[in-house]
């Protein structure tokens, strides 16, 4: 169950790391964030195909760049973290209980 949350907090991590590279960067291609980034060219694509879905880049002749959609996404950004955070430590349980079995 957590393995699953885990596993999708990685790819959202790779997503957004290409995406800020490709803010820092643009216009940039696959080849040049495979190297920097250390991901396989396959996991770049797939990350820049999920970020062109939700219309924050787009391609072009030299490479990827962002759209209109970017700021807004990165100014909100952080509180959507935070309120994701919130809520998963509104999860934990609380050590001191005891289980039995």
């Known amino acids: 169950m957590i393995d699953r949350l885990e596993k999708e907090v990685d790819m959202l991590e790779r997503h957004l790391q ?3 590279m490709v803010i820092e960067n643009e216009p940039i291609g696959i ?3 495979s190297n920097e980034t250390g991901y396989p060219h396959h996991k770049v694509r797939y990350s820049l195909r999920v970020l062109e ?13 962002t759209t209109d959609r970017t700021a807004e996404f990165v100014n909100d ?4 973290l935070t309120e994701i955070g919130d809520k998963l430590d509104g999860m934990k349980i609380d050590e001191t209980v005891e289980v039995e079995g």
């Open 18 to 20: 290409v995406l800020k």
């Open 31 to 33: 080849v040049k964030m």
């Open 53 to 65: 879905e939700e219309d924050l880049i787009e391609p072009s002749s030299q490479g990827a760049i």
């Open 77 to 80: 950004l952080g509180g959507k």
